[in-house]
């Protein structure tokens, strides 16, 4: 394979590759997905008990209305009254069937209710342990991560205390040559006749002897003058 053809795989293959995945990221991205679910349960729970409460409610007054035929027909009896005992009998077997149809609406709608509140519960109780376990690893990838910066904040610091130390050591182990040399390079102005110390070394001795004999002789003038 050409140098040519093998750079362009693997460009090509950095290219296509996939970015790493957060699995905080992830997490979070399924705990609002749930909190999305659990909005739509709600709402779902919310509108069958609308349902089951006009159920109840057309339960209710279709109870009443066969109560009401009934009490009908027992005063048509009453009256000796036949033809209005026999309508009032056939409204109230119209009423039956209704209250029937109605009651076993009731009854589905009411365990389809309880059925959805009871998994409307477990999936709160889920999405709160999810969501504390999700604050949890969360805090747990803040607290490690600080932690790595933390390490890497002193390991920068040793390494700088590091090369600080270095440093200094290479400055005094200098400081120590160059005074060295000073000292060397002193020793051979003092050996070489001619070095400028030399020549300020004799001025200054000549100078020395030329006062003391001045010094001396006025001192001898000094004697003499004296009574």
């Known amino acids: 394979m050409s ?14 590759a996939q970015e790493p995945v957060d699995p905080i990221a992830t997490l979070g991205q399924s705990q609002r997905q749930q ?3 659990l909005d739509r349960a709600r709402r779902s729970v919310a509108d069958l008990a609308a349902v089951r409460h006009r159920v109840e409610t057309l ?16 005063r ?9 005992a026999r309508a009032a009998l056939r409204r109230a077997l119209e009423v039956q069937k209704r209250l029937d149809t109605l009651t076993q609406q009731r009854d589905d709608v009411d365990r389809q209710f309880r059925s959805l509140e009871a998994d409307l519960y477990r999936l709160e109780t889920s999405l709160h342990e999810n969501a504390v376990r999700f604050e949890s690893l969360r805090a747990q990838q803040g607290a490690t991560q600080a932690a790595l910066e933390v390490q890497g904040a002193v ?12 440093a200094a050591r290479e400055a005094e ?6 005074r060295h040399l000073q000292a060397a390079q002193e020793e051979l102005a003092w050996s070489d006749p001619s070095s400028p110390n030399l020549e300020r070394a004799f001025e200054e001795l000549e100078a020395r002897d030329a006062t003391e004999q001045q010094l001396r002789q006025l001192k001898g003038r000094t004697d003499r003058g004296r009574p």
């Open 35 to 37: 909190e999305e679910n």
């Open 76 to 84: 048509a009896v009453a009256n000796s009254n036949d033809d209005a």
């Open 59 to 74: 339960t209710r007054q279709a109870a009443a209305d066969l109560d009401a035929c009934n009490r009908e027909a027992e």
């Open 3 to 16: 140098v040519r053809r093998r750079i362009s795989r693997i460009i090509s293959s950095r290219r296509n």
């Open 173 to 178: 182990q200098e400081a120590r040559r160059l």
């Open 155 to 166: 390991s920068a610091s040793a390494g700088s205390s590091a090369e600080t130390a270095r």
